[in-house]
């Protein structure tokens, strides 16, 4: 996520409180259910302030990085909405765009 420097540290706050379960909600499909018991791994979040030659016409911007998934693919658009819809309900950010990418991928963790 990259954010402008106006962005108050409580709004800041409450994305970092509220971003993985809305994501997780955003993102789940029969192959990646979601069942509300976040693991290690699961979500990774990164806020990272716009340096002094970056550009953006918005307070912040959620680029969201999630496995292709047919069932995921199909319905994208509506997936970037509801995340949309659940931060723009559950925090003070006011001015914000989702980016939702669906590469192909794959992921390995430790246990």
């Known amino acids: 996520m990259t954010y402008a420097p106006h962005v108050p540290e409580s ?8 971003l993985p379960h809305a994501v ?3 993102v789940r499909c029969p192959e ?3 069942d509300g018991d976040l693991q290690p791994g699961d979500v ?11 550009r953006s016409g ?3 911007v959620i680029e969201v990085r999630s ?3 047919e069932s995921r693919a199909r319905d994208r658009q509506a ?3 509801l995340l949309h819809e659940l931060i ?19 992921w390995a963790q430790t246990e």
Do not use: M, N
Request: with cysteine; hydrophobic share 45%; glycine share 8%.
């Open 24 to 26: 997780s909600l955003a």
């Open 32 to 34: 990646e259910p979601y």
């Open 79 to 81: 997936r970037c909405d």
């Open 58 to 60: 918005l307070d912040a």
């Open 67 to 69: 496995k292709w998934f």
């Open 44 to 54: 990774e979040i990164r806020f990272r302030q716009l340096g002094p030659f970056d």
């Open 88 to 106: 723009a309900g559950g925090t003070e950010l006011a001015d914000f765009g989702i980016y939702l990418s669906l590469p192909v991928a794959a």
């Open 11 to 18: 709004t800041l706050r409450q994305l970092a409180e509220q």
